[in-house]
């Protein structure tokens, strides 16, 4: 579902040598990827290609059949809304609003991710809720400004927003950063339930190794780029 090749990715023209250079990878419907690599390495300059936020500079990246390279800024704005739940390391949460609203927000751009989030549940305040119960989030807070919650509540709020409308893929850029070892392991564990639930392809960026073990692939950014095709 993922099918990269020979890509290459320039945050300037003018720069001697790639940010990210890729010969080849394919990643598969449903995998689960710990994706790793020293800081500087393009991680997040990698999941913003993925996500459809930058444009290679040159090669392929084809997501469910879509060719992300050849599409405008707007078409990949729709291909993300549509297809992509991104958990940022910050969780970028609108911290005027509740929970239940930031969740809804997750498929308010997309029509295809409303119709989805409405097999499980009447409306869509029905179906934020139901994730952000199934996320460990009791209804007491659904309401609350979010900028009141825990950190590890706001973790579960990002999550239940990526989560709603079961979009194919789901990338998630250090989402544990901020929790103990035991409430990090509880999270993925969540976070692997939602993703089985929808078939959902997991992409998990981590500085954290004690966490690879818990995937059934893993990425190291660095060895992936030295490989030739
Ligand atoms: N918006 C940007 N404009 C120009 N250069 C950038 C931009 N964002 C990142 N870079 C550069 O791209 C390179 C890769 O950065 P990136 O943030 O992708 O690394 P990372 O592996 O995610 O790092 P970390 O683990 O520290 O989060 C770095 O040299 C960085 O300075």
Redesign the pocket.
């Known amino acids: 579902m993922i099918n990269i090749k020979q890509l290459s990715f320039k ?2 023209k003018q720069q001697s040598n790639p ?1 990210l250079a890729i010969a080849a990878l394919e990643i598969a419907k449903g995998e689960h990827v710990f994706l790793h ?12 290609l993925l996500a459809g936020i930058n444009r290679p500079t040159s090669g392929s990246l084809n997501i469910f059949g879509c060719e992300l390279s050849k599409l405008t800024n707007s078409k990949r704005d729709v291909f993300r809304a549509d297809h992509i739940g991104y958990i940022f ?1 910050n969780f970028n949460l609108l911290p005027y609003l509740s929970p239940l609203e930031n969740v809804t927000l997750g498929c308010q751009f997309s029509k295809q991710r409303q119709k989805k989030a409405l097999v499980n549940s009447m409306t869509l305040n029905q179906e934020a809720a139901r994730l952000l119960n199934a996320l460990g989030l009791s209804e007491q807070f659904h309401l609350q400004n979010v900028a009141n919650l825990s950190i590890g509540q706001q973790q579960r709020v990002a999550a239940a927003r990526a989560f709603i409308g079961s979009p194919e893929l789901i990338i998630a ?2 989402p544990t950063s901020a929790l103990d070892t035991g409430n990090r392991q509880a999270f993925i564990k969540l976070l692997f339930e939602q993703a089985q639930a929808a078939n959902s392809t997991l992409i998990f ?1 981590s ?1 954290d190794e004690s966490l690879q073990p818990l995937f059934n692939r893993n990425i190291d ?1 660095i060895a992936l780029q030295e490989q030739l095709s």
Do not use: A, I, M
């Open positions: 945050w300037q940010t690599g020293p800081s500087g390495c393009g991680k997040s300059t990698f999941l913003s390391q850029d250090e960026v500085h950014l």
